[in-house]
């Protein structure tokens, strides 16, 4: 349980420490950011609504690394001094959330 709690605090850390580096490097990434984060919410909450475990990894995974290269591509051609910034903060925001992590908290479906 301390293991969980120590890698959550720290992947919190690196995204505040990303985010706020990309905030001060420019005010347009934090929308950007911002709308990265509730899409990739968005995608999980319609995750959620699959019950079978194995497309749901799939949509998952397919949908969030899609938004991430939209999300770069929005990012580069709008606010390109910020660009690494955003793949950092999009890299550990996609390799954090795991989806199966998701499919284990559901009650077995009948």
Avoid at 48 to 53: C, E, L, N, V
Avoid at 83 to 110: Q, T
């Amino acid at each position: 349980m301390k293991k969980i709690d120590l890698k959550i605090k720290s992947v919190i850390a690196v995204s505040v420490l990303i985010f706020t580096l990309g905030a001060v490097t420019s005010l347009l990434f934090i929308p950007i950011a911002l709308g990265y984060m509730a899409s990739v919410t968005l995608v999980y909450y319609l995750g959620s609504k699959i019950h079978d475990a194995a497309l749901v990894v799939g949509y998952i995974w397919l949908s969030k690394w899609t938004l991430f290269v939209i999300f770069l591509i929005i990012t580069g051609t709008n606010n390109p001094e910020t660009f690494l910034h955003a793949m950092s903060l999009f890299i550990v925001f996609n390799i954090s959330l795991n989806p199966a992590v998701f499919m284990l908290n559901k009650e077995p479906s009948k």
